[in-house]
């Protein structure tokens, strides 16, 4: 079992800029990908990016795409997101999360091995 922890987050104005990072420890031996989802009250939880184990693939929701980005450390264990021109429908909880390949991370939820505890981000308008 993967444990993911989190840091970055708070609370920033639209058009603004946040960053968070995930560090993961307790699996060594075996590849995965990692990436975020996010959960705004009364939503469903959704992917907002992922990387593969490598960092050479990488997933974007439309919705951030241009505006957020994705990269893995050279360890493999500490994933960041950088999150630029933030909108207050970016307003959500967000989780890290690990999984064994981004195709998996895309296809939901249900395909998630391991949850970060999750770390709030608000964008006033």
């Known amino acids: 079992q993967v444990k993911l922890v989190e840091s970055g987050g708070g609370l920033v104005q639209a058009g603004g800029s946040l960053s968070l990072s995930c560090t993961a420890s307790?699996?060594?031996?075996?590849?995965?990908?990692m990436g975020w989802f996010r959960q705004a009250p009364g939503e469903e939880r959704e992917l907002v990016a992922a990387i593969s184990w490598g960092g050479v693939y990488s997933y974007y929701a439309d919705t951030v795409k241009g505006r957020f980005t994705i990269s893995r450390d050279n360890a493999k264990t500490t994933i960041y997101l950088q999150m630029n021109s933030l909108k207050p429908e970016d307003t959500a909880v967000y989780y890290c999360?690990?999984?064994?390949?981004?195709?998996?991370?895309?296809?939901?939820?249900?395909?998630?091995?391991?949850w970060g505890q999750g770390t709030q981000v608000s964008v006033s308008s």
């Open positions: 999360a690990v999984g064994p390949t981004v195709h998996r991370l895309q296809i939901g939820v249900a395909m998630v091995d391991s």
């Open positions: 307790g699996r060594s031996t075996t590849s995965y990908a």
